[in-house]
């Protein structure tokens, strides 16, 4: 079993889309271990998205992931990572292949709905950055 960090971004929550979302994750086999509402501060996001702080867009980014409240979750399956990042589509909802949630619920290369670690060493600091040991649920 591997965990990754899922976010359901503000763009998805405004829209109203969290419940079509989270139907999607179970669908797809993933175990829901941790979930919680929060609305990030811009220095918050920066954090978070630290990884990015070289990039053109990490201002417009991070004030975007700031603009609203967003729903983090932690995400167990097998071979999660990958599984998750698949289900989400490419980055540019353009370009997204059908089915997954970019190509359904994403606006645009910016506000495309959802988030996922891309690697194990990522997957540890996004899930330590949401959640205690407190709040995550054993499956027994
Ligand atoms: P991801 O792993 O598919 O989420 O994509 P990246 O790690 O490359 O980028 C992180 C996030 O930054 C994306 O999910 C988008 O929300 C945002 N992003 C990526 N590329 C662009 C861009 O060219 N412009 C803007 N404004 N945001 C971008």
Known sequence: MERTLAII??????????????????????????????????RQAEGFYQVHRERPFFQDLTTFMSSGPAVPLLLERE????????????????????????????TDIEKNAVHGSDSPATAAYEIAFFFSALDVCPRD
């Not at 829209?15 to 811009?42: M, W």
């Open 79 to 106: 071979n999660a990572i990958a599984a998750w990042r698949e289900l989400m589509g490419a980055t540019n909802p353009a370009q997204a292949a059908e089915g997954t949630l970019r190509k359904e619920f994403a």
């Open 9 to 42: 971004k503000p763009d998805a929550v405004a829209a109203g889309v969290v419940g079509k979302i989270l139907s999607r994750v179970e669908a797809a086999g993933f175990t829901i271990r941790a979930l919680k509402l929060v609305h990030l501060s811009k």
